[in-house]
């Protein structure tokens, strides 16, 4: 495969999935980190980037949050990359950034083309149902609600870049790498699962602590978990299963685990790669508990072959905020429902 593969990613776990569908596909490729501006974030793809180096791929670095010009400055200096690409990888289809840099591919690309998209997590689910069904993208906490002035504006943008997602014969291929389960395929679409081959192959088997590790979530950051209620659910977990460490989302915020390592006394792990990596390179607790969220699906992937069991805590509606649509609770639910190799706590 030659080097006009390019991937873009806006978080550590696309480009861990980034270097997993590499190394299925035993290809090299440029990969564009369209930064964002969270530390935690930055850091942790610092050193995924170091890992992707290490492994043969080129990384451009972009600054595509820093300042009102940066997206010019960013879009612009990608043309020619774009004008040259024979297959785009992208990690989230939901990203307004990545819509426009499809939109502008289509525009200005040259021949037939490519189009593969990896795992952002459960996202992913929420994506291949919308595509099948032919509605507009929207992230799924945000479903429910009337768009908004800046949705409305980038309608345009962001139904050509559906369009584009959309297999059409004898004009774009469409493939999906991915380690969520999928129940509606779009026609046209096709599937590779993703059995995190790199990972297995690059770390462990880790060595075991006897406890419990318990994985933090973004639930409450994103608007959909009232934080008392959470704190209180983290806390019954860690009392019931002997958790001693919380491993924290990266957009958890400092405040909130603050409070968790005072009123829990859990050891707040801030990860520097994705927990993936982590738990392969271990140390590890025999059990890792988890509220529905990626790992839930990756983890018992990942850690195949070990004695590691996850376990999910399924959300209790009574925990939401108001005006949490029934879409997100049924979400919610779904990402537990249907994580195999787990058990329900």
Not at 146 to 173: M, N, W, Y
């Amino acid at each position: 495969m030659s080097s006009s593969t390019l991937c873009f990613v806006e978080s550590p776990v696309q480009l861990l999935n980034v270097l997993e569908w590499a190394h299925h596909a035993q290809a090299t490729a440029t990969v564009v980190v369209l930064s964002p501006n969270d530390p935690m974030t930055r850091g942790q793809l610092r050193r995924m980037a170091e890992l992707a180096r290490a492994e043969g791929h080129l990384v451009r670095w972009e600054e595509a949050r820093g300042g009102a010009s940066a997206p010019f400055r960013t879009i612009g200096g990608l043309a020619g990359p774009l004008r040259s690409a024979d297959r785009v990888v992208i990690g989230d289809p939901f990203s307004r950034y990545v819509q426009l840099l499809l939109t502008l591919h289509t525009f200005i690309g040259r021949g037939a083309r490519d189009l593969v998209v990896v795992d952002d997590g459960t996202a992913t689910m929420e994506f291949v149902s919308q595509l099948a069904r032919g509605e507009r993208l929207v992230r799924w906490h945000r479903r429910g609600g009337r768009p908004g002035p800046r949705d409305i504006a980038f309608g345009p943008v962001s139904s050509a870049a559906r369009r584009r997602l959309t297999p059409q014969e004898g004009r774009s291929k469409v493939s999906l790498f991915t380690s969520m389960p999928v129940d509606e395929a779009p026609d046209g679409v096709d599937i590779t699962a993703n059995d995190y081959a790199w990972t297995r192959a690059r770390f462990g088997p880790p060595r075991l602590t006897r406890g419990a590790d318990l994985v933090g979530t973004s639930l409450v950051e994103t608007g959909v978990v009232d934080l008392d209620r959470y704190l209180e659910a983290v806390r019954g977990l860690a009392a019931a299963h002997g958790a001693t460490r919380y491993f924290a989302h990266r957009r958890e915020s400092a405040e909130k685990l603050h409070r968790l390592a005072v009123e829990t006394g859990l050891q707040i792990v801030r990860p520097d790669l994705p927990l993936e990596l982590i738990a392969r390179r271990g140390p590890i607790g025999r059990t890792i508990l988890s509220f529905p969220s990626t790992v839930v699906h990756t983890l018992p992937i990942a850690l195949a072959g070990t004695d590691v069991k996850v376990a999910v805590c399924e959300i209790d509606p009574a925990w939401l905020k108001q005006g949490v649509s029934d879409h997100a609770q049924g979400f919610l639910a779904g990402i537990a429902g249907s994580a195999r190799g787990v058990r329900t706590v």
